[in-house]
């Protein structure tokens, strides 16, 4: 089904109040235009603690990001190419969910809030706003990465999917994986931008969690968006199969340790593989690297066969921590979009001190993992706060967790059932920010 273009709907009329009343104007970016373009990414970047701008980085983050909308917070009035005093950008986007389907979904980045303007609601209304208006639209799930998991709770978000952080000791892990077929050569920077796009599409849908990408991303990490530093020293790989198709890539930066060149770090910008010969092929480069001792690699899933291809697991240490947060707005159209694991047929209420996804429904799920939620007045069996049906909605959380936590009410039989029903056989992973 075709999706809204985030650019072409209303400003929010709640929110677009609220600010007024606080002295701010509330009104859609022209990304298009010159001026307005310069001053929201000025503003987002001292937002992110980045530094002024250059004309390329400009240029750069107004094609990457024009799809987007974007939403500015001014001092009222404001004149027309004036400095945001906040920022947010959003589209529809696509979520991966369990069995290898995906629920549209509404994304937000860029939320900054200048120091200077801190703490007097604004955030709050941006963020109420983004949600109505997706809401609005008949968007089921709206979705973030953060910069602090303090933030967004507040709003019903909760985190759906934590990943791994490695720091792998080269020689200590060694490789005791299979032998490798198909073939690795390096690619440069440009071409690697196709071939990020590519094996990214196809490799997506198979884990909940992971989001559809776009063009400026992957040439964030090839390193040809204007104003990559160092860009010269990312390198590309890529494994291609018998056929001579691409069926994986790596993108890495070697740093050098220079009082024993056998000691260097490499760390791992981006490693996607959709083959078991891919992956064990583009490990085994990073692992065997001549001249490295240490790896790092961000956005790891959870639950990856790398430590089973080590001959000392120990030579590998992982860092778990949220990254993708999930926010559900319609609770039938969510569920419905995604398969689950074991039938089940339970009363379920879901409380939203926002309002979206208040109700309760029954849930049953059918024998091929379908489910069919009917609104009910019957007394619900399952209590699920709005942030523990986010948190589950992936299958990477435990149902059975958050009622140790206080999150899920209900009895330990019933909220068993909906475990076994909720849980992925992948697990979620999310391998970029946005
Ligand atoms: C985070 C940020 C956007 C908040 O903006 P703000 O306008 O000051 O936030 P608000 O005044 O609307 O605050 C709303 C609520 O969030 C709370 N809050 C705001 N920032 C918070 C933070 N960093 N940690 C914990 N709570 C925070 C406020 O205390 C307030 O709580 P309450 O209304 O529940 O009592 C702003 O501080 C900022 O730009 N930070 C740097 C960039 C950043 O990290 N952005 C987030 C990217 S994911």
Redesign the pocket.
């Known amino acids: 089904m075709p999706q809204p273009d985030a650019r072409t709907l209303p400003l929010d009329a709640e929110s677009l109040a609220a600010l007024e009343r606080r002295g701010f104007e509330y009104r859609l970016v022209d990304s298009t235009d010159p001026a307005s373009a310069r001053a929201y990414t000025e503003a987002e970047s001292r937002?992110?603690?980045g530094g002024e701008n250059t004309e390329e980085e400009i240029a750069e983050f107004r094609e990457a990001l024009g799809y987007r909308r974007w939403t500015g917070v001014f001092d009222a009035p404001a004149s027309a190419g004036a400095t945001p005093v906040?920022t947010i950008n959003s589209w529809v986007g696509e979520m991966s969910v369990p069995g290898a389907r995906t629920v549209p979904f509404w994304a937000i980045s860029?939320?900054?809030?200048?120091?200077t303007?801190?703490?007097?609601?604004?955030?709050?209304?941006m963020?109420e706003g983004e949600l109505r208006t997706a809401a609005a639209a008949g968007i089921p799930v709206a979705g973030?990465?953060?910069?602090?998991a303090?933030?967004?709770g507040?709003y019903g978000f909760a985190p759906a999917v934590r990943v791994a952080n490695w720091e792998i000791d080269t020689r200590r892990a060694g490789w005791a994986g299979p032998e490798t077929t198909g073939r690795l050569d390096h690619v440069d920077r440009e071409s690697a931008v196709a071939v990020l796009g590519e094996v990214h599409e196809r490799v997506r849908r198979a884990t909940p969690g992971e989001v559809d990408g776009w063009e400026g991303r992957w040439r964030q990490f090839a390193g040809v968006a204007r104003g990559t530093e160092h860009a010269g020293r990312i390198r590309i790989v890529a494994y291609s199969d018998a056929q001579g198709e691409h069926r994986g890539v790596l993108v890495y930066r070697i740093t050098e340790d220079d009082s024993d060149f056998a000691r260097n770090t490499l760390d791992v910008r981006v490693l996607l593989a959709e083959t078991r010969e891919a992956y064990a092929a583009l490990w085994r480069f990073v692992v065997e690297h001549d001249l490295v001792h240490r790896v790092r690699a961000r956005l790891r899933s959870v639950d990856e066969p790398l430590p089973w291809l080590m001959r000392d697991e120990r030579g590998l240490e992982a860092t778990v921590r949220d990254h993708g947060w999930v926010r559900i707005l319609d609770v039938p159209t969510a569920l419905q979009a995604r398969s689950f694991s074991a039938p089940v047929d339970v009363v379920i209420a879901v409380e939203d001190p926002l309002g979206f996804a208040d109700g309760v429904w029954r849930l049953s799920v059918d024998d091929s993992g379908s489910a069919t939620l009917t609104p009910t007045d019957e007394s619900p069996q399952a209590t699920l706060s709005v942030r523990a049906l986010g948190a589950v909605y992936l299958g990477g959380v435990r149902l059975s967790t958050l009622r140790w936590a206080g999150m899920v009410g209900g009895s330990p039989e019933t909220v068993a059932a909906l475990d076994r029903a909720f849980a992925s056989p992948v697990a979620p992973s999310l391998g970029i920010w946005y």
């Open positions: 937002g992110f603690l906040a860029g939320v900054t809030v200048s120091g303007r801190r703490r007097k609601g604004i955030a709050r209304a963020l973030l990465t953060v910069s602090e303090t933030i967004y507040r």
